[in-house]
Structures are given as C-alpha cells and as structure tokens.
C-alpha cells in the first residue's frame, strides 16, 4: 500500500513550488467530491473523489452526466491532495494546467463498491445527484474510465 506522500509524488512532480494551486489538506468527517471545470488548453472537467487520503482524479473532456445514459469518457490523472477541493483560480500562464479553475459541483460522495476496474458511489451535489458508476475502459488507452450515472 502506497502511502499518501508517494500518492502525491507525481502532483508535486509536475508542478513548481510557484503554483497558486494548494498542498496539503485534512480528511472530512464525510468524504466529499468535487467536480472542477477547467478552462486549459482544451475545457474539461476534473472528477475529483475523496478516496484513501487523497482525491483521485479524472478529466472529463465533455460535461459530466446529470441524467442517466449519457456515458463520458474520464481519463485518470495524477491523485490531488485534499486542499485541492475547495481550489478556484487561475494557473498562470506557462504552468502546468495553464488556465482558469471553478468548482462546477461538490458535495457528499459514498463509495458504494470500489475494485480494480470499477468503482460504484453516490453523490449528492447540486447538479450530480445520485448513483454513478466508473468503469475501466482499457480499449480507448490505459487510463481510460467510463463514467455514467446508472
Ligand atoms: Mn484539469
């Protein structure tokens, strides 16, 4: 089992210590989610889910689904430490992620069932409200998830 500083090795890699982005964090009481739109080189949206200590990550290339049947594609990035989640602003120019960050949802997240290639949760947020599902999905690449509500 990785611990969460090796977790966050490959966050810290890619960043300078400049970035107006946050460290660190502390857990919640009840684990939260956070979807951030991102408004980089190309708009998307980064799934976040408080998992183990930190906030495992997916880019969402097109709007999250609010309804069920609407599969996204979500590519798994680097965790994000805990602090992440309540991050807004704007990456400078030239930095890593360059561009401007707003929460585009946040609220309470339940894992339902979490295995290698599958995880199952519960989110209540404003705009994402109910059962999801992210599934590996290995034919589009090796980072590669579906993401749907079910
Ligand atoms: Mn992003």
């Known amino acids: 089992m990785k611990n969460q500083i090796d977790k966050l090795l490959e966050y810290k890699r890619k960043r300078t210590p400049d970035t107006p982005e946050p460290s660190g964090g502390t857990?919640?009481?009840?684990?939260?989610?956070?979807?951030?739109?991102?408004?980089?080189?190309?708009l998307h949206w980064?799934?976040?889910?408080?998992?183990g200590g930190v906030?495992?990550?997916?880019?969402?290339?097109?709007?999250?689904?609010?309804?069920?049947?609407?599969?996204?594609?979500?590519?798994?990035?680097?965790?994000?430490?805990?602090?992440?989640?309540?991050?807004?602003?704007v990456i400078p120019e030239g930095m890593y992620g360059a561009g401007r960050v707003k929460i585009?949802?946040?609220?309470s997240l339940e894992i339902i069932e979490c295995?290698?290639?599958k995880i199952e949760f519960r989110l209540q947020g404003r705009k994402m409200r109910g059962e999801?599902?992210?599934?590996?999905f290995k034919r589009a690449g090796p980072n590669s998830w579906l993401?749907?509500?079910?």
């Open 132 to 136: 999801y599902v992210l599934l590996r």
């Open 115 to 117: 295995i290698e290639d």
């Open 46 to 51: 980064d799934l976040r889910l408080e998992m």
């Open 27 to 42: 857990p919640h009481k009840n684990p939260i989610f956070v979807i951030q739109e991102h408004h980089a080189s190309h």
């Open 104 to 107: 585009w949802d946040r609220g």
């Open 55 to 89: 906030l495992r990550s997916w880019a969402v290339p097109k709007e999250p689904p609010t309804e069920k049947g609407v599969k996204r594609l979500a590519v798994q990035t680097e965790d994000h430490p805990l602090a992440y989640a309540d991050f807004e602003g």
């Open 147 to 150: 993401f749907f509500k079910r």
